[in-house]
């Protein structure tokens, strides 16, 4: 089924925004040389992505589970 195949790439994109998430709380508590800062900023910016994919993977996923029951309710009316 089309829908299971967003819900997982949904699950699995909420899974890489959490992991640049903790990523970015640990370069940002990084006692290091270079620029923590940065790299902080850009998980933060790859977790908002990836936040943004799994919304839209989840939407296909309610989209394609409608049009099955649509589907299903046309064809049981034959």
């Known amino acids: ?8 790439q949904a699950a699995a994109d909420r899974a890489t925004t959490k992991l640049h998430q903790n ?8 006692d ?15 977790a908002k992505l990836y936040q943004q994919a799994a919304d839209e993977n989840q939407e296909l996923a309610r989209l394609h589970h409608e049009a ?3 589907l ?6 034959r």
């Open 72 to 77: 299903s309710v046309r064809g049981s009316r």
């Open 68 to 70: 099955a029951v649509d």
């Open 23 to 30: 990523l970015a709380v640990t370069y940002r508590n990084a």
């Open 32 to 46: 290091t040389k270079g620029n923590p800062a940065a790299m902080s900023g850009h998980c933060n910016s790859l």
């Open 1 to 8: 089924m089309i829908a299971a195949e967003y819900e997982q």
